[in-house]
């Protein structure tokens, strides 16, 4: 028996042994392969040293280091001005050459696209190979990596080179807030193609219309860039497409400054007059009204991700930041006043009842987006993101859902909303909801705003008149996401979002992983209260702010 135990044990031994000695094997290859990748990179960016060196540039005061290119240092920069400089340098050099060029692709959140003809390679190699002597400059075909733009003339050989892209990359000082090739110009080189019956133009990728075109439709027409350059455009480029979103939109935010001495004291004269009513604790929560400048840098992401904004309203009781830039003309600021009728729902400190009049602000566009101050945008964005091109709203389901019941003051505020107008529309359609929605900007239609109003009107009625939050609200920026799917007037769809609590220190790794990756499309610092949980520090959360959003936006003094 100890024999044949033994022997089994060995047996079953031998297995691990392999399997212990093919992951040892493993990790030498992977240590080895990762070696070799560090050295590739290493001699990648001695190499990109040394040619940056060859053409005059080398680290100084005004000049530095990200990744494997050097960058112009600057103290302040947005994606949109990195991409208008980049391509304002090509069509200039271009212009100055009398060279033919036509807009591809305006400013969409990356590099603007322009095309040339394909016999032109020489003139555009000439017009380039000469960049400024202070200013360093790249430029990289679909085939290559990064060289200094005085070699383009190589790249113009090449016969298979029909895109390259070139770059004056920028940097903010004494940050990570860096613009390299995404936002650089590309150059399309368009190739043209006579057949016995007629003449075909072609592009080397795709575009907002097709590759191939007929010369008829690539007649040019004289237009202007969204920023105000005039150029040339492809008849067929200048139409209007299935696609397109030509209605405008419209940003609205609701803020408050709880540090105002004159708002303190009308909140306390009216939770003076108003105790004794059921309210739920975090109802009035201090947390609600704190105010870690979150507006100043959710404008900022709208200027540096989301420029086609219309206008920006901005609700508030009368108050406004000492930082903000009235003469803004975008910027619209809006009074409790201005849309409220009765004067008896005034002063309101209930967010609820506030984002259910939003509809009624003066010259408002059909389409909106309502913006919480705490939530901001994280990468460049676009109107198809939150509208249809036929009108309808987008709107973006959580994975979590809500707990049934009805209503009570001993549960939280965002519970009770669910269930309140989980009630309404069970009543109307005999259709609940159960999933919550994500904390991101959300778009509307003001006619469906008027229409759950009119349908709705004494739950809207009794929400207006909670002066504070109460659990027999509804706030109509929720219900729209679920009225308008049933409607017929939005879809549930996703977009890339991040929710950090700063209330809640184990969010400290989300908030900085969003700062390292900047790879989502919204976000929100929400300051929903926790019990038993230490917050995140005032200062952690500032500093992610200011390395998120380093720059002043034109909506500040």
Not at 269 to 277: D, I, K, T
Not at 342 to 366: G, K, W, Y
Not at 473 to 494: C, E, P, W
Request: glycine share 4%; charged share 25%; hydrophobic share 35%.
């Amino acid at each position: 028996m100890r024999n044949g135990l033994g022997a089994t044990l060995v047996g079953l031994a031998k297995p691990v042994i392999i399997r212990a000695s093919g992951e040892q094997r493993y990790l030498r290859l992977r240590r080895s392969g990762l070696k070799a990748l560090r050295t590739v990179n290493r001699r990648r960016g001695q190499m990109q040293r040394r040619r940056s060196e060859k053409n005059g540039f080398a680290l100084t005061e005004e000049i530095g280091r990200h990744g494997d290119l050097l960058h112009e240092l600057v103290d302040t920069m947005s994606p949109p001005q990195a991409a208008q400089k980049n391509f304002d340098f090509v069509a200039d050099a271009f212009d100055a050459r009398d060279i033919e060029w036509w807009l591809v692709e305006d400013y969409s959140g990356h590099g603007y696209r322009i095309g040339v003809r394909d016999e032109s390679k020489a003139l555009v190699a000439s017009a380039l190979m000469f960049p400024s002597a202070s200013t360093p400059a790249y430029v990289k075909s679909q085939q290559s990596t990064a060289v200094a733009l005085a070699e383009v003339k190589g790249l113009c050989e090449d016969p298979d080179v029909r895109i390259i892209t070139v770059v004056s990359p920028k940097k903010v000082r004494d940050t990570n807030w860096a613009f390299g090739f995404r936002y650089g110009c590309t150059i399309e080189f368009w190739t043209k193609t006579a057949t016995e019956s007629r003449v075909i133009i072609e592009a080397p990728t795709e575009n907002r219309a097709a590759k191939l075109m007929s010369e008829d439709e690539f007649t040019l027409q004289s237009a202007s860039t969204e920023a105000g350059r005039s150029c040339r455009v492809p008849s067929v480029l200048n139409r209007t497409m299935l696609e397109d979103i030509t209605f405008p939109i419209d940003a609205v935010y609701t803020w408050v400054d709880g540090a105002d001495p004159e708002w303190i004291e009308s909140k306390r004269r009216l939770e003076a007059h108003l105790s004794g009513s059921e309210y739920h604790p975090e109802a009035n929560h201090e947390a609600r009204f704190e105010s870690k400048d979150e507006l100043k840098y959710s404008l900022r992401s709208v200027e540096y991700f989301a420029p086609w904004f219309r206008r920006i309203y901005i609700v508030t009781s009368g108050q406004v930041p000492s930082w903000l830039n009235l003469d803004h003309p975008k910027l619209r600021m809006i009074s409790h006043s201005d849309i409220y009728d009765a004067a008896d729902h005034l002063p309101t400190f209930n967010s609820n009842s506030i984002i259910s009049r939003l509809h009624h602000i003066p010259d408002l566009s059909e389409h909106y987006v309502y913006l919480n101050d705490d939530v901001m945008l994280g990468k460049p964005v676009r109107p198809q993101d939150f509208f249809l091109p036929t009108g309808l709203a987008k709107v973006f389901p959580s994975r979590n859902h809500r707990p049934f019941g009805a209503p009570t003051a001993e549960d939280g505020p965002h519970f009770n909303l669910t269930r309140n107008i989980r009630s309404l529309l069970e009543s109307e359609f005999g259709v609940t909801v159960t999933r919550a929605i994500k904390h991101t900007p959300y778009p509307m239609l003001k006619s469906v705003q008027f229409e759950m109003e009119d349908r709705f009107h004494d739950a809207f009625e009794r929400t207006w008149s909670s002066r504070f939050r109460h659990h027999n609200d509804i706030v109509s920026d929720q219900l729209h996401h679920y009225y308008a799917q049933i409607v017929g007037k939005a879809v549930a769809t996703s977009i890339s979002y991040r929710y950090i609590n700063i209330r809640d220190q184990s969010h400290r790794w989300i908030m900085r992983d969003t700062l390292r990756l900047r790879d989502r499309s919204t976000m929100c610092l929400n300051d929903a209260p926790m019990d038993d949980v230490e917050p995140l520090p005032d200062d952690e959360v500032a500093h992610f702010l200011e390395s998120y959003f380093p720059c002043k936006s034109s909506f500040e003094v």
